[in-house]
């Protein structure tokens, strides 16, 4: 079994520089995590608020976190302070949301739409024309504490290499137009896509940074 810095080591030749490597710890112990650090790894992602909250205090100042997950609005108060980027914003509620907890630190916080583009059942996600919509509404103009930078996507969990490349090519297709909207809170320069499954294939599609857990970590705990 390889280990951790091989993996890592491994993944980093196969991206060539053409993304950012996000590490996801999800589930993950401490000393796994350092192990990444020490093997090069600056950008860490959780799924859940807790675990990152909890996880934090516990490793390097170094590390930009990224919430990958599901967000709710009550959680956001608890990742203000420290995190990166949240690449799950799915409402302008909850962008409204991170705003309000963002201006209270002081912090101007990134994120990014959240894009359905599975062909499967999934809870969370902005169909391309709301996106559209979002991104030209009113409202987004007082939020002087978030910044939209790009999106994020799921591909559909198939063997279908090609279904996948269309879902990732349609992702990028939104991702181009959208990034012609001059406001002053947005400005792309992001585009999240692609796993332990499919991140060649989305590097491939133009993605600039992928999500990669089992690869490095090997199977969840």
């Given at each position: 079994?390889?280990?951790?810095?091989?993996?890592?080591?491994?993944?980093?030749?196969?991206?060539?520089?053409?993304?950012?490597?996000?590490?996801?710890?999800?589930?993950?112990?401490?000393?796994?995590?350092?192990?990444?650090?020490?093997?090069?790894?600056?950008?860490?992602?959780?799924?859940?608020?807790?675990?990152?909250?909890?996880?934090?205090?516990?490793?390097?100042?170094?590390?930009?976190w990224h919430q990958i997950g599901h967000l709710q609005t009550n959680k956001v108060k608890y990742i203000?302070?420290?995190?990166?980027?949240?690449?799950?914003?799915?409402?302008?509620?909850?962008?409204?949301?991170?705003?309000?907890?963002?201006?209270?630190?002081?912090?101007?916080?990134?994120?990014?739409?959240?894009?359905?583009?599975?062909?499967?059942?999934?809870?969370?996600?902005?169909?391309?024309?709301?996106?559209?919509?979002?991104?030209?509404?009113?409202?987004?103009?007082?939020?002087?504490?978030?910044?939209?930078?790009?999106?994020?996507?799921?591909?559909?969990?198939?063997?279908?290499?090609?279904?996948?490349?269309?879902?990732?090519?349609?992702?990028?297709?939104?991702?181009?137009?959208?990034?012609?909207?001059?406001?002053?809170?947005?400005?792309?320069?992001?585009?999240?896509?692609?796993?332990?499954?499919?991140?060649?294939?989305?590097?491939?599609?133009?993605?600039?940074?992928?999500?990669?857990?089992?690869?490095?970590?090997?199977?969840?705990?």
């Open positions: 079994m390889k280990s951790v810095r091989e993996n890592i080591a491994q993944i980093e030749q196969k991206i060539g520089g053409k993304a950012t490597l996000i590490a996801v710890t999800k589930t993950k112990p401490v000393p796994l995590l350092l192990e990444a650090y020490d093997a090069g790894c600056r950008d860490f992602g959780e799924n859940r608020v807790q675990e990152m909250a909890e996880k934090q205090p516990q490793l390097p100042a170094g590390i930009r203000a302070p420290f995190v990166a980027l949240i690449h799950s914003v799915d409402s302008l509620s909850l962008l409204t949301e991170i705003n309000k907890q963002a201006a209270k630190h002081g912090r101007v916080i990134d994120c990014l739409l959240q894009i359905f583009i599975a062909e499967e059942e999934t809870k969370f996600g902005l169909s391309p024309d709301e996106a559209r919509v979002l991104i030209q509404r009113q409202e987004l103009e007082a939020l002087a504490n978030v910044r939209l930078v790009g999106l994020m996507g799921l591909a559909t969990n198939t063997d279908n290499e090609a279904q996948v490349r269309q879902e990732f090519r349609g992702l990028k297709q939104l991702y181009d137009e959208l990034s012609l909207i001059k406001r002053a809170n947005v400005a792309f320069s992001q585009l999240s896509m692609g796993m332990s499954g499919d991140y060649e294939l989305a590097i491939a599609e133009g993605s600039t940074m992928v999500r990669v857990g089992s690869a490095i970590f090997g199977s969840r705990l």
